[in-house]
């Protein structure tokens, strides 16, 4: 009996670990290939005709311990126009987990919501249920704290806190040198029956690293000592930015419903809500059952065009006094989503935007961006945008995703796409100029030799006034042990 226990003991470890490797190839009509090819992929996939290959392990966390360990490794090889032939160190972790509490040190990919029917595809989101955190670029090094949802004592159960602490560091070059970010998320859920009501707060902080005393009072938002920078010490230390969220979902009998409104903020106005309608609203339903042809479906809105006005006003009076606050008064504006003056790379890792990718990175439009350049953040964060994504499997076998964004792109405050600017003028008083965008795709994985060989075909295409118009493909290869 012995033995054959020895031989269970050594399933059970190998079935906790999983390990892939995936050989792709790219094609397009139009140079790039079409966005939703490459975007929420974690910068793996070619931006041009090209071909990816890419490689990861790892073993999963046990849930049904109380003490829990996880690793991952994984790298890629991707050539394009923009690389030949570029190695791609993608994520290098290990973690453990203590009932609610977790640690996570290295480099790993942000958590990705709104999956669909395989989690191997990718969210059916524009944003991944994250606006400034969608999984659109490379990792960065760092650690991460985390609570999962945990229950408030004498509240039985009805209250839930979910919350992290993390900091790390980005690799690119950038045109401000070495940067550093720091996040700080507090989430509170609230349980009644079949609904859940979530709101919180997703912080981040990109700084310099100019010592552990800037380090706290970056955390609090205040401004620099005398090592940071002269910007720094007349504002707040480095480029603060984040999102707030309010959620309500209702658990139905085998589906979920939810909806979710999540707020892009720059600066303190978008903090007290000053940049309102702002947002990314999306209604999202679900089958537990992930075999039905139809089980996942998303629809978003997003509407990023006020950024609490087109006129930055003073904070103080005309004699020098502050001016209280007061609705319908815009005393700031411009907030310039995911761009920075100090920091002029913005929110932007290895050319690719960090967060929502509808902010596409300068040099877009014009044809001009490259890997091989240093970013110059964004050059579209104002724009309304409808999104549709679909999953399930056809057949009840093959599971898919498609995905379908129209958009109205209009640049910036200070750079417009097209026509006279909003920038100065009274809210309203400018008919602006956009630029429209048509986005589509749709892959599927192909399940082969009891799962472990999966044939992924993907189709492409991009028709608009932003993207140069394209129809792109991609075959993939994936064999699993």
Same mark, same amino acid.
């Given at each position: /009996?012995?033995? +054959? ?27 790039? /290939? ?29 849930? !049904? ?9 994984? #790298? ?19 973690? +453990?987990?203590?009932?609610?509490? $977790? ?81 700080? #998320? ?10 859940? +009501? ?35 010490? /007349? ?21 979920? *419903? ?45 509407? =990023? ?20 606050? !007061? ?24 050319? /690719?935007? +960090? ?19 240093? *970013? ?27 995905? #379908? =964004? ?11 796409? $097209? ?25 599927? !994985? ?26 792109? #493909? ?8």
């Amino acid at each position: /009996m012995k033995p +054959i226990s020895k031989q269970i003991l050594i399933f059970a470890v190998m079935n906790d670990i999983f390990a892939s490797i995936m050989l792709l190839g790219a094609v397009s009509t139009g140079g790039d /290939m079409p966005f939703w090819a490459y975007s929420n992929q974690f910068d793996l996939i070619p931006r041009t005709s090209g071909y990816a290959a890419v490689l990861n392990a790892g073993q999963l966390y046990d849930e !049904e311990k109380t003490f829990q360990w996880h690793w991952g490794v994984s #790298a890629a090889l991707r050539g394009d126009s923009y690389d030949k032939a570029a190695f791609i160190p993608d994520e290098i972790y290990a973690g +453990i987990k203590w009932k609610k509490l $977790a640690l996570d040190l290295g480099m790993k990919h942000p958590q990705q919501e709104f999956l669909g029917s395989s989690a191997a595809l990718g969210t059916i989101s524009t944003t991944g249920g994250n606006v400034v955190m969608s999984g659109n670029s490379r990792s960065m090094p760092g650690y991460r704290i985390s609570l999962h949802p945990a229950n408030v004592p004498f509240t039985n159960g009805h209250l839930q806190i979910q919350a992290a602490f993390a900091d790390y560091r980005m690799t690119d070059t950038r045109i401000e040198g070495k940067a550093f970010t720091h996040n700080t #998320a507090l989430y509170l859920i609230g349980n009644i029956g079949r609904v859940s +009501i979530t709101a919180g707060l997703d912080h981040w902080a990109m700084w310099d690293g100019s010592g552990i005393g800037n380090y706290f009072r970056m955390l609090v938002g205040k401004n620099a000592g005398p090592d940071g920078t002269k910007s720094d010490q /007349m504002n707040v230390i480095g480029n603060q930015l984040g999102a707030e969220r309010i959620a309500v979902s209702y658990r139905g009998k085998g589906w979920r *419903a939810e909806f979710r409104h999540d707020i892009p903020y720059e600066d303190k106005s978008g903090m007290v809500f000053r940049n309102f309608p702002d947002g990314v609203n999306t209604l999202s339903f679900s089958f537990d059952d992930k075999d039905r042809w139809i089980s996942d479906v998303v629809y978003e809105f997003q509407y =990023t065009m006020y950024q609490s006005g087109p006129i930055h006003d003073p904070e103080t009076d005309e004699h020098g006094n502050p001016r209280p606050w !007061e609705p319908g008064l815009n005393y700031v504006g411009g907030d310039n989503y995911f761009n920075n003056g100090e920091f002029r790379s913005g929110w932007t890792h290895y050319g /690719m935007t +960090i967060g929502n990718p509808l902010f596409f990175p300068a040099g877009t439009h014009a044809g001009t961006w490259s890997r091989q350049t240093t *970013a110059k953040g964004v050059e579209n964060n104002r724009l309304k945008a409808h999104h549709i994504g679909i999953s399930g499997k056809l057949f009840r076998k093959v599971p898919y995703k498609f995905l #379908a =964004t129209y958009s109205q792109n209009y640049g910036t405050y200070p750079a417009p796409y $097209a026509g006279e600017s909003q920038w100065g003028h009274p809210w309203g008083t400018v008919k602006e100029t956009p630029l429209s965008q048509l986005s589509l795709g749709f892959t599927c !994985e192909i399940p082969l030799l009891n799962g472990h060989l999966q044939v992924i075909p993907g189709i492409y295409a991009d028709k608009g006034s932003v993207l140069k118009d394209a129809f792109g #493909a991609t075959v993939g290869l994936r064999v699993s042990l």
